[in-house]
């Protein structure tokens, strides 16, 4: 077993591009941080009375952005095996 495959949080898609589900704690536990970044502000702005509500959409879609590529690059970083 090499290095990579043993710090894997993520199993190799059988079909497709990109990772499968999480085989770890540290995947699932960085799966739903992805989800908590990216969902609850998204859900919670629009129900705020705000003086500025387009430069709140515009810091969500800015964090959105940043959890997403984070959250690629960290899983295509701990996959078991490389992406196809």
Same mark, same amino acid.
């Given at each position: 077993m090499d290095r990579r495959s043993s710090q894997a949080w993520f199993a190799v898609?059988?079909?497709g591009y990109g990772a499968g589900r999480p085989i770890t704690w540290q995947g699932w536990s960085l799966w739903i941080l992805f989800? *908590?970044?990216t969902l609850i502000p998204t859900?919670?702005?629009p129900w705020l009375d705000l003086t500025e509500p387009l @430069? !709140?959409?515009s810091l969500v879609m800015l964090v959105d952005?940043? !959890?997403i590529v984070s959250?690629? @690059?960290i899983c295509k970083a701990k996959t !078991? *095996?490389?992406w196809r």
């Open positions: 898609r059988r079909y989800l *908590g970044v859900l919670v702005v @430069l !709140a959409e952005g940043i !959890a959250f690629f @690059l !078991a *095996g490389d």
